[in-house]
Nanobody
Framework: VQLVESGGGLVQAGYSLRISCAATIPHFRTYAMGWFRRAPGKEREFVAT????????YYGDSVKGRFIISRDDDKNTVFLQMDNLKAEDTAIYFC???????????????WGRGTQVTVSS
């Protein structure tokens, strides 16, 4: 199993960025997928999760209304569209896979290595 994030980078506040996670995982469509992030000096934080077939979508309070999670089961890929980015969104973003949509890192079965997103104010 491998989860590989891409698309991170440096962006100005107020702008958008889309990050992706390519999954090498058997039966990808049966997994719930998600994103977590870790800012410098902080704990890992839940960002978004999406269930099988694109249902059961949930977001962390800090990103609601600005971020959108989606998945393409034909390409084994999950996306995170991030709009109206803020300096406090600066973090390493991790892709996650598990049996059910979850906001808890304890229930994640597989993790990617992360992609850095830096938002300049």
């Amino acid at each position: 199993v491998q989860l590989v994030e891409s698309g991170g980078g440096l962006v100005q506040a107020g702008y958008s960025l889309r990050i992706s996670c390519a999954a090498t995982i058997p039966h990808f469509r049966t997994y719930a997928m998600g994103w977590f992030r870790r800012a410098p000096g902080k704990e890992r934080e839940f960002v978004a999760t999406i269930g099988r077939g694109g249902g059961s979508i949930y977001y962390g309070d800090s990103v609601k209304g600005r971020f959108i999670i989606s998945r393409d089961d034909d390409k084994n890929t999950v996306f995170l569209q991030m709009d109206n980015l803020k300096a406090e969104d600066t973090a390493i973003y991790f892709c996650a896979a598990g049996g059910v949509p979850t906001s808890s890192p304890r229930h994640v079965a597989y993790w990617g290595r992360g992609t850095q997103v830096t938002v300049s104010s």
